[in-house]
């Protein structure tokens, strides 16, 4: 079975541009949830969603906002880049079966400038 | 609230030592603990993990057993290589929390030749 892909890999943009995520789960997860990663915060959980269905919610600002397709694909969306918001994104994905276990994947390091 | 504790780091080793990664829990039900393992420039990956009291979760030559009298799940292995070095999370996935996970700070191990 393929892991659970993002795309892109890496990302440049600068402040106040805005920028979309994309993240494919594991063939028959149907969860995926979203992580941002940082040297000063460490893994921060931004949301989860299930069967299109946003079902929790981090301490993030509107600013940053996802959505889920039919296929359990999923994209986060980050709008007025700040620098702050430079890390590593990281998605991650489960069964209903094995709720308890998430599988990451490579993640997607935005710098913002 | 759910929280883990782990040693912090870094810890630095020579290789073929032996290694010991301090992760210590607190949590109101039965949760599911895991270790994940970050090698420079990636994402997460599942090293292993256990589901219930006295399992003992092993891969690649690292070893956790589940203590529920001591709330802890200390990573060993016996032989470390260079190869392993790299940053470990603790973390525990809890069904009255909707199995999000719950992080260490993480420990970043370096092994010297």
């Known amino acids: 079975k393929a892991g659970v892909t993002q795309t892109p890999r890496y990302l440049i943009k600068t402040r106040g541009q805005q920028v979309t995520l994309s993240c494919s789960p594991i063939?028959?997860?149907?969860?995926v949830s979203w992580y941002q990663q940082t040297p000063g915060q460490g893994l921060q959980f931004l949301f989860e969603?299930?069967?299109?269905?946003?079902?929790n919610k981090g301490n993030f600002p509107g600013r940053f906002s996802g959505r889920q397709f039919s296929n359990s694909r999923s994209e986060m969306n980050v709008s007025t880049l700040e620098l702050g918001d430079s890390a590593l994104y990281l998605c991650?994905?489960?069964?209903?079966?094995?709720?308890?276990?998430?599988?990451f994947g490579p993640g997607t390091r935005l710098l913002v400038l | 609230g759910d929280s883990v504790t782990q040693m912090e780091g870094p810890v630095t080793l020579s290789e073929e030592a032996f290694l010991t990664i301090n992760c210590t829990y607190t949590?109101?039900?039965?949760?599911?603990l895991f270790w994940y393992v970050q090698y420079p420039g990636e994402g997460l990956q599942l090293l292993l993990k256990?589901?219930?009291a006295d399992d003992k979760g092993s891969n690649k030559g690292f070893e956790a057993t589940y203590r529920k009298e001591t709330t802890s799940f200390h990573l060993e292995k016996g032989s470390v290589q260079v190869s392993d070095s790299a940053v470990y999370f603790c973390?525990?996935?809890?069904?009255?929390?909707?199995?999000?996970?719950?992080w260490g700070a993480g420990t970043k191990l370096i092994i010297k030749p």
């Open positions: 991650a994905s489960r069964s209903v079966a094995y709720q308890e276990t998430q599988y």
């Open positions: 063939s028959g997860h149907r969860s």
């Open positions: 969603y299930f069967s299109e269905t946003q079902r």
């Open positions: 949590a109101t039900g039965y949760p599911s």
């Open positions: 256990a589901t219930k």
């Open positions: 973390a525990l996935s809890d069904m009255d929390s909707n199995y999000q996970l719950i």
